[in-house]
């Protein structure tokens, strides 16, 4: 997080967080359509059932590490960017888990008191 001094931490921008999170998924299915490459086509280049390519691009399934890698060996976009986002999102999402968050609390308070 960054801090300046008499600023809100929430208020600078690199601290924002989206109020949706952006799966990975979303980022590669802009980048196909824009090269104008099928999901199909895609799947078959890289290995991987047409369906759990769809999943990814539909954001119900994660992009994993050796995914990630496929698909830069394919496009050329580093598989950082991915694997980041893909961390990224789920991070937020178990951010918006109220019994996770509640979860946290409670170790805060117990870790607070040692």
Do not use: W
């Not at 099928?38 to 050796?66: H, V, W």
């Not at 960017?81 to 937020?92: G, L, P, V």
């Amino acid at each position: 997080m960054i801090t300046v001094n008499g600023i809100d931490p929430k208020m600078i921008a690199n601290n924002l967080e989206p109020l949706e999170p952006t799966h990975p998924g979303e980022l590669l299915k802009d980048e196909l359509e824009y090269r104008g490459i099928s999901q199909k086509k895609f799947a078959e280049q890289i290995g991987i059932p047409y369906k759990n390519l769809n999943d990814m691009l539909n954001c119900r399934r994660p992009i994993t590490a050796n995914t990630a890698l496929l698909i830069e060996a394919a496009l050329g976009i580093s598989a950082h960017i991915f694997t980041s986002m893909q961390m990224d999102y789920n991070i937020q999402i178990a951010k918006q888990d109220s019994s996770f968050l509640e979860r946290l609390a409670n170790i805060r308070k117990v870790a607070a008191m040692l």
